[in-house]
């Protein structure tokens, strides 16, 4: 009765795991991510935001002018996991291009790689 039990619920359960813990995790092209917020038709095309600028080192570790730590992708999101920027969370819009979420919400500061 119990083996019963237990097959009948794994569906259920696999119903009820968190979409951001079904992606595989993966990584992201190494490289300089320059940040910056959209400038306006007046002046510069971007502003950068140094401080908030990041390089991809290796396949799960980052670094920035804050220090370094590790990074995670599940998806379309990229998750800093350790080292001064821990929690910080970017969409990937594309190869290359990332967007910083806050509040759970893609925001306006933009972050493009540069290179290697």
């Known amino acids: 009765m119990n083996r019963l039990f237990l097959v009948a619920a794994l569906p259920a359960l696999a119903l009820a795991m968190p979409a951001a813990g079904q992606g595989q995790p993966d990584t992201i092209e190494r490289g300089t991510y320059v ?8 002046g510069a095309v971007g502003i950068e935001q ?7 080192r290796s396949a799960s570790r980052y670094s920035s002018v804050q220090g370094g730590g590790t990074y ?12 001064p920027r821990n929690g910080d969370s970017y969409q990937i ?3 290359g291009f ?9 925001s306006r500061l933009r ?3 540069q290179g290697e």
């Open 93 to 95: 819009v594309s190869r």
């Open 98 to 106: 990332l967007r910083k979420i806050v509040n759970g919400q893609p």
């Open 111 to 113: 972050c493009v790689r």
């Open 50 to 56: 140094p401080q908030e600028s990041f390089s991809i």
């Open 35 to 42: 940040c910056e917020l959209p400038g306006d038709a007046a």
């Open 72 to 83: 995670l992708r599940r998806g379309d999101r990229l998750t800093m996991t350790s080292g």
